[in-house]
């Protein structure tokens, strides 16, 4: 793992409801996303635990108002959401302790600290 690049990683929302969006649509729809280090060089689709949590972790931004809603298009806050996304990511965190990899498990905390950051910044 050592050998592996660290690098930059843009967090966005491409999720769809209806399955149907074409990709000019989508990458419309994206906010700006945050910004975080991974070492994990993944192939562009694939499926794994980072994508899990990234998906929770993004749909708590959205829903903080911190970027648009993919299917709207417009910034709305649902702080009752973004709560309901932070809560899974912790259930994930406790659900899988001593079942994660170290970066796995180092991934989850900050991702887990980061969003709640931007939860008290947002819920003011």
Not at 25 to 47: H, L, V
Not at 61 to 68: D, K, R, V
Request: glycine content about 4%; cysteine-free; proline content about 2%.
């Amino acid at each position: 793992m050592a050998d592996k690049k660290e690098e930059a990683v843009k967090v966005t929302d491409k999720r769809s409801s209806s399955g149907t969006q074409d990709i000019a649509k989508e990458k419309t729809a994206q906010g700006d996303g945050f910004t975080m280090k991974s070492s994990q060089e993944e192939a562009p689709n694939e499926i794994d635990f980072s994508t899990l949590i990234y998906s929770f972790a993004t749909g708590a931004l959205i829903s903080m108002g911190l970027a648009p809603d993919p299917n709207t298009k417009k910034v709305q806050k649902n702080i009752v959401m973004a709560k309901q996304n932070i809560e899974i990511l912790v259930m994930l965190q406790n659900k899988t302790k001593g079942n994660l990899s170290v970066d796995e498990a180092k991934f989850l905390e900050n991702i887990l600290m980061e969003v709640r950051l931007r939860f008290v910044e947002t819920s003011r």
